[in-house]
């Protein structure tokens, strides 16, 4: 990048670590860039992301990000047929809930759709969806070309952030010393290194929807419903209403979903609990739980999840017949059968 640009891009960024002002998609990018490419002291960086996590980050500084990371990424090249979803959410909403999302992407695929499952380890939570997919035995570090013959021959990968964003140790050290949620605890969903057409996205960051369905709008994606539940989880709920931002191209159309919209009763309070893990391994015993067909709580949400990742890309016409199809996935033994096949390809593609 050009001397001046640089230094031009410096002092944007300084004037607005100062006084608190937004940047646009450019220049988060050019300062993404800068960073990257060690031409900005890190110290300087660290001033401007300290201020900006004061405030919510806008949908411009999100994808400004995104396109950044984007430009440096090990991309997951493939020709499966039909649209892939992914259900990855921002996390960290302190909920302590098992790995809902990716149990969802485990339905979704058994229900016939090419799924891309972007996450990485826990940071915040109790347990990363790379966590428990790796005490269930997934190996997550097979070459990238064994990821995209994973989603062809299973209908399923699991895409490890760490591996297709290796830029982002660079920022590592500079975000834990902040010590609070930046801009980049929103950017993950976005970042998905595989072509994804639809996502199902969760926030967890109140009054973050707004700028991440934006954000989503101007990535290009086909289409993106994002969630918040009114209790603060990052996923559909079934305790609570969610508000939902169902995003396309053209237009952002609001809603507002409870679990008898899909079919499903509204859980009490009393059994929030039973969502509750203290680890991977407690988490993977919730997932097996409701792939094996059990009851209650861990399956409704689910399928509540699932169901809405199955509306949003088509397979149902309503929330009701999507959640048909999310229980059917997991009454078949389908959705287990994916789990299985997941965890023997991967051993396999690991060796």
């Known amino acids: ?19 608190g002002g937004l940047l646009d998609r450019t220049t988060i990018t050019r300062l993404i860039d800068i960073v990257l490419e060690n031409q900005m002291p890190l110290a300087d960086f660290e001033t401007w992301l300290q201020s900006s996590a004061n405030r919510m980050p806008s949908a411009e500084e999100i994808i400004g990000v995104v396109d950044a990371l984007r430009q440096r990424m090990v991309p997951l090249r493939t020709s499966v047929s039909g649209p892939i979803v992914d259900t990855c959410g921002t996390g960290g909403d ?26 990485n380890r826990a ?48 920022v590592g050290p500079v975000r834990r010393r902040v010590g609070k ?5 929103l950017v993950g969903p976005l970042c998905n290194p595989a072509p994804v057409a639809v996502q199902v996205i969760g926030v967890g960051r109140p009054g973050a929807e707004e700028a991440v369905a934006r954000a989503a709008q101007l990535a290009g994606l086909q289409r993106a419903v994002i969630v918040s539940s009114e209790d603060g989880v990052d996923e559909v709920g079934l305790f609570a209403p969610t508000r939902v931002l169902d995003v396309s191209s053209q237009e952002c159309r609001r809603l507002r979903w409870t679990p008898e919209d899909f079919g499903i009763e509204t859980a009490p309070e009393s059994r929030r609990n039973e969502l509750l893990v203290a680890n991977a391994a407690e988490s993977a015993a919730c997932i ?16 509540i999840n699932a169901a809405a990742a199955l509306w949003a ?29 997941l965890v023997k390809f991967s051993q396999q593609a690991g060796r």
């Open 288 to 303: 097996d739980n409701v792939l094996s067909g059990a009851f209650g709580p861990a399956r409704d949400v689910v399928v």
């Open 181 to 185: 949620p930046t801009v980049f605890n």
């Open 94 to 119: 302190g909920s302590g809930t098992f790995n809902i999302s990716t149990a969802t992407a485990l339905v979704v695929a058994a229900a016939g759709i090419s799924v891309a499952k972007h996450g």
């Open 1 to 19: 990048m050009d001397k001046s640009l640089i230094n031009t891009v410096i002092r944007q960024v300084s004037e607005a670590g100062r006084d």
């Open 313 to 341: 890309v088509g397979s149902a016409a309503g929330l009701p017949e999507a959640r048909v199809l999310a229980e059917q996935a997991i009454d078949s033994g389908r959705a287990k059968q994916v789990l299985h096949n």
């Open 123 to 170: 940071v915040s939570s109790k347990t990363g969806s790379a966590d428990v997919l790796e005490h269930f035995g997934v190996v997550l570090d097979i070459p990238v070309e064994m990821v995209a013959e994973c989603l062809a021959n299973v209908g399923i990968c699991f895409c490890y952030a760490p591996a297709h964003h290796p830029a982002m140790a660079k």
